[in-house]
């Protein structure tokens, strides 16, 4: 089968980009993992299918998959890839779209300067919506929240990581660091990343607080591994920093793969205002690929 596609960057977090608005490619887990592979497919963090819309009021569904061929709620670079994309296809002229994924209702925007913000929603702190199970632990109360004990496999001499737990649509396991460059990610991430506390695993986050206005920040994602940029782990990250009394309401977040900056005006379990992200999204590139049957 040959596809059409289009690679996609946002600061760094890069993905493969599919028009299946005139109709469902149908791919299987080993075809999106076939074009996620940079050895013998495209090479991605994930792909993200812009599909027609599914009821009133909204103008696309975005569905997103993984490089390990999984299905996932939210990816929010990959948002704004999004809206630049379906602009570039001439598949709207609108600056701002209403467009459904897994988790909710979501609304890129394209700004004058090139950039994008994205509306993600407001964060959920049900430990049951995550979901984590708490069962047994004894939470640290921290400010106005609190960080939870998370004992990893494979470090038994180690006393547990406190991490702070919440859902930007997809769940996040935010982790407070001295120095992110020198945090063992690729040890803990995964450690983090298959808990038996996340039934639907998770993904990890390591923050470095530098000033009440910007964070370090890297990111072990679920399905993917540690990538260049994580939009919903920056998000995820910010509104941590902000719950437990360490950031302002405006924070610009450092990763490998760029700077993106989040504003989120607060508000406590109840009635959470919803966080907005900006940063880039690069067209990389156009082209047709050959996708084994199969897979």
Known sequence: MLIRFTKMQGAGNDFVMLD?????????????????????????????????????????????????????????????????????????TKDTVRVKTLSGVIEP????????????????????????????????????????????SGRAQAAPVLIAVLSMGNPHAVQLVDDVEATPVLQDGPLIEGHA????????????????????????????????????GACAAVVAGIRLGLLDARVDVITHGGTLTIDWQGGGDAKPAPVLMTGPATTVFEASIEVPDHL
């Open 20 to 92: 299946e608005t005139a109709g469902r490619l149908n791919l299987t887990p080993g075809q999106y993992r076939f074009l996620a592979d940079r050895h013998f497919g495209v090479g991605a963090d994930q792909i993200l299918s812009v599909r027609p819309a599914s009821e009133p009021g909204i103008d696309f569904e975005y569905v997103i998959h993984n490089a390990d061929g999984g299905e996932v709620e939210q990816c929010g670079n990959g948002a704004r890839c999004f809206v630049r994309f379906v602009r570039e296809q001439g598949l709207t």
């Open 197 to 232: 506390r996340f039934p639907r695993r998770v993904n990890a986050g390591f923050m470095q607080v530098v000033s009440r206005s910007q964070i370090r920040l890297r990111v072990y994602e679920r399905g993917v591994g540690e990538t260049l940029a994580c939009g919903s």
């Open 109 to 152: 925007r394209m700004q004058a300067d090139g950039r994008v913000t994205v509306d993600m929603g407001a964060p959920i702190f049900d430990l049951a919506r995550v979901p984590f199970d708490a069962a047994g632990l004894m939470p640290e109360a921290v400010s106005s929240w609190q960080k939870w004990p998370l004992a990893l």
